[in-house]
Antibody
Framework: QVQLVQSGAEVKKPGASVKVSCKAS????????MNWVRQATGQGLEWMGW????????GYAQRFQGRVTMTRDTSINTAYMELSSLTSDDTAVYYC?????????????WGQGTMVTVSS | DIQMTQSPSSLSASVGDRVTITCRTS??????LNWYQQKPGKAPKLLIS???SLQGGVPSRFSGSGSGTDFTLTISSLQPEDFATYYC????????FGPGTKVDIK
């Protein structure tokens, strides 16, 4: 079945970086965008950016520009999201979500989420 | 960036109630509006895309309407499994979610 499986929970110190993976199965990886969304405890959903796994093109939310990098390895159908210069405000669950390419897309398949805790 | 609001931010309702949640955008987005349901500890689930298109497997008591800047999610008869938080999301430009509406038991 179509699914996205994310890497496990991470604990990082302030100033460090974290890289979360998202392995896709059950569909053609390069035919859909991959989006990343995060959610701090008790808070709403925050879209971080998207990547086209076919071309590698990316688009990031302005507040994460310069701090987030989205990449992929098409040989293993896996997308990655790396966030640098972590602070306690980055403590959150990070989700990958599949989206159709282009305007009007919705996120129809979601990963299970990866908890990232930033603490000294 | 397009700003999004949802109202109410929370509501208490009983099983069988009709529930309406509103989402407004700061500029016209045509019908590029999606609705998600999220339960505690779970990933969001897509309910409705393109303002009114019900996803496969989603009960018909859920419906969506609207275009331009004003959108509505309606649950015609609230069921126990519908107690959750609901988010709208615009897909017209840089993706963004509304702040959410929590539906809990009265």
């Amino acid at each position: 079945q179509v699914q996205l499986v994310q890497s496990g929970a991470e604990v990082k110190k302030p100033g460090a970086s974290v890289k979360v993976s998202c392995k896709a199965s059950g569909y053609t990886f390069t035919s859909y965008d991959m989006n990343w969304v995060r959610q701090a405890t008790g808070q709403g959903l925050e879209w971080m950016g998207w990547m086209n796994p076919n071309s590698g093109d990316t688009g990031y939310a302005q507040r994460f520009q310069g701090r987030v990098t989205m990449t992929r390895d098409t040989s293993i159908n896996t997308a990655y999201m790396e966030l640098s210069s972590l602070t306690s405000d980055d403590t959150a669950v990070y989700y990958c979500a599949r989206g159709e390419m282009g305007i009007g897309s919705s996120f129809d398949i979601w990963g299970q989420g990866t908890m990232v805790t930033v603490s000294s | 960036d397009i700003q999004m609001t949802q109202s109410p931010s929370s509501l208490s309702a009983s099983v069988g109630d009709r529930v309406t949640i509103t989402c407004r955008t700061s500029q016209s987005i045509s019908n590029y509006l999606n609705w998600y349901q999220q339960k505690p500890g779970k990933a969001p689930k897509l309910l409705i895309s393109a303002a009114s298109s019900l996803q496969g497997g989603v009960p018909s008591r859920f419906s969506g309407s609207g275009s331009g800047t004003d959108f509505t999610l309606t649950i015609s008869s609230l069921q126990p499994e519908d107690f959750a938080t609901y988010y709208c999301q615009q897909s017209y430009s840089t993706r963004a979610f509304g702040p959410g509406t929590k539906v809990d038991i009265k």
